[in-house]
């Protein structure tokens, strides 16, 4: 019998069963078509899943908060996760932090209903992820360059220690001693008190040669008359400083008398930073330091005297984060051998400069400049002088970040345009720039720094 036969008579004897055959064979292709189909939402599923949980445990120990892990935790990994795509779900989200609050493990699970897998009576598939998240933090100098003038008596000098305690609080933590942390703080009136006990840095016989009456040289300094060494972080051995010293005078400052006394001096019995040699000297700057007690202790120290020099406490900022001054400041940054070296691996510089007025330049207020008449910053004009001093700023924020420092800067209860302009442009960024008019904004632009700070810290 040949083929062709043989297939004739299979043919005849079975025609009966193609039918339940082809019947067959389509379920069973119609059930490798859907098993395909759903196999690939189950691979969108898990990965859209492990996106999700990533992001969200990221974002999540970016502001380590304990209290609100679980809720942003839910919030970002919910935002992340494309349900839409697939219907899907999150059926179960949880998460377990390490002992010493360094490693965040985040346990997910998602369901979706089948498509074509339901003719064959599976109705929905699952799947899990994980994530594990450990968090190590990277080093940071902080300068807070703050102002401390006159205008801030009062409330706002209230709200500018609340605000500057929230920025400490979210960088440390409960961390009494920070890992690698290490912050400054720079008040600033119209001059800066960089401590009594830098006599070395004073040029020779400084203060011998000046009337001190029954107090002493409170720590404060002035500026350089040549404004190339006064936007520079130039240092003492170099250019030695000049002690700041208001002298007596008969208008504004009258601490020494010599009437009805035969021509003797007499001085007045209670010179501070309201009248004397030293008045409008600010608080002391806070040299770098990872110890969280001794910056709150700082803070609360600052006290509101004098009228304003922006670019002064700015070019103090730069001073203690600039690794040419290491081991001049003594203290902490001495133990910890800072400022480091600009670029020093996992560790960065930064800066935050608020202020709540216009540079100032009067006649009648002595400065870090000196006397306006003595054309120290070039002119006897005011307006001309305020202008120096905002020049001067710019060329001390462009230096800073070419050094690679990133700066911050806060205006407060709303100077005039122009500055609000010029601590704009000061700011590494146009987001890095806080217009605060009000206490609560204040506290609000202190916070988002903190939180920008922290972020800086936190290598994923």
Request: with cysteine; net charge negative.
């Amino acid at each position: 019998m040949t083929l062709r036969s043989l297939m004739f008579r299979f043919r005849e004897d079975q025609e009966g069963a193609v039918l339940p055959l082809v019947g067959v064979v389509s379920i069973a292709l119609i059930g490798a078509t859907g098993f395909g189909i759903d196999t690939a939402r189950l691979v969108l599923m898990h990965s859209s899943l492990q996106r999700a949980i990533d992001a969200g445990a990221l974002s999540t120990v970016a502001k380590l908060d304990k209290a609100t892990i679980d809720a942003q935790l839910r919030k970002f990994t919910v935002a992340n996760f494309a349900e839409g795509q697939i219907g899907a779900t999150i059926d179960s989200l949880t998460w377990s932090l390490s002992s010493d609050d360094k490693t965040l493990t985040v346990d997910a699970t998602a369901s979706a209903p089948t498509t074509f897998m339901n003719i064959l009576g599976v109705e929905t598939m699952n799947t899990s992820a994980q994530t594990v998240i450990e968090r190590s933090t990277t080093g940071l100098e902080l300068a807070l360059v703050l102002d401390n003038t006159g205008s801030m008596s009062g409330s706002p000098l209230t709200s500018l220690k609340s605000a500057a305690n929230t920025l400490v609080d979210t960088l440390f933590g409960d961390d009494a001693v920070a890992e690698n942390l290490y912050v400054g703080i720079v008040p600033f009136s119209q001059t800066v008190n960089v401590g009594k006990s830098h006599t070395d840095w004073l040029a020779s016989g400084a203060l011998s040669s000046l009337d001190w009456g029954p107090t002493s040289w409170g720590g404060c300094v002035e500026g350089f008359s040549s404004s190339t060494d006064d936007m520079s972080d130039t240092v003492p051995s170099t250019k030695p400083l000049t002690p700041y010293y208001w002298e007596d005078d008969d208008y504004q400052n009258d601490w020494i008398s010599t009437k009805g006394n035969s021509g003797k001096k007499t001085y007045d019995s209670n010179l501070s930073n309201a009248n004397g040699p030293n008045k409008y000297c600010p608080a002391e700057v806070t040299r770098l330091t990872p110890k969280k007690a001794t910056i709150k202790s700082a803070i609360s120290a600052m006290n509101a005297v004098g009228n304003t020099h922006i670019n002064f406490g700015a070019v103090w900022g730069w001073r203690i984060l600039s690794p040419k001054w290491r081991g001049i400041w003594g203290g902490d940054m001495a133990t910890y051998e800072l400022p480091l070296d600009y670029g020093a691996p996992h560790m960065s510089k930064a800066a935050v400069i608020m202020t709540d007025g216009e540079n100032t330049m009067s006649s009648s207020i002595y400065t870090a400049y000196g006397w306006l008449s003595e054309k120290k910053l070039g002119t006897s004009n005011e307006g001309s002088a305020v202008t120096q001093l905002n020049n001067r700023l710019s060329s001390v924020c462009t230096s800073m970040k070419n050094a690679g420092i990133i700066i911050y800067t806060i205006a407060f209860n709303g100077p005039d345009t122009s500055t609000q302009k010029l601590m704009r442009e000061c700011a590494t960024q146009d987001a890095f720039y806080f217009n605060s008019p009000t206490n609560a904004a204040l506290q609000s632009a202190f916070q988002q720094i903190g939180d920008s700070l922290s972020n800086l810290r936190i290598s994923k």
